[in-house]
């Protein structure tokens, strides 16, 4: 049973700093793909960030593009995205979800990962 855990959101003034967790457990050791999606209050879910398992590979949508980092720590089956300069635009629930059939980039475009967590709320505001 896949499970992933997000932790690490919750409320920064704009220009702050925030690093979220997605530590994910009870999938085979093989190619994958972890991603971050968000979803704000009365807008669809987007993209954005994906890394593959396999080289490393990231993908990041425009709008986050030199300000969001996502890394991996492969023993502790950790992704992290650090964010910085955060803006007001940047709240919504933050999840992170797990696919092993696609590409990190086609992840980012199309979503249709199987498992998910629960999300993390990131509020900025002053």
């Known amino acids: 049973q896949v499970q992933l855990v997000e932790s690490g959101g919750g409320l920064v003034q704009p220009g702050g700093s925030l690093r979220l967790s997605c530590a994910a457990s009870g999938f085979t050791k093989g190619y994958y793909v972890i991603g971050w999606f968000r979803q704000a209050p009365g807008k669809e879910r987007e993209g954005v960030s994906c890394?593959?398992?396999?080289?490393?590979?990231?993908y990041y949508r425009d709008s986050i593009k030199g300000r969001f980092t996502i890394s991996r720590d492969n023993a502790k089956n950790t992704v992290y995205l650090q964010m910085n300069s955060l803006k007001p635009e940047d709240t919504a629930v933050y999840s992170c979800a797990l696919g092993t059939s696609y590409s990190a980039g086609y992840y980012l475009k199309y979503g249709g990962m199987p498992y998910w967590g629960k999300g993390t709320l990131v509020t900025v505001s002053s």
């Open positions: 890394i593959s398992s396999n080289d490393g590979s990231t």
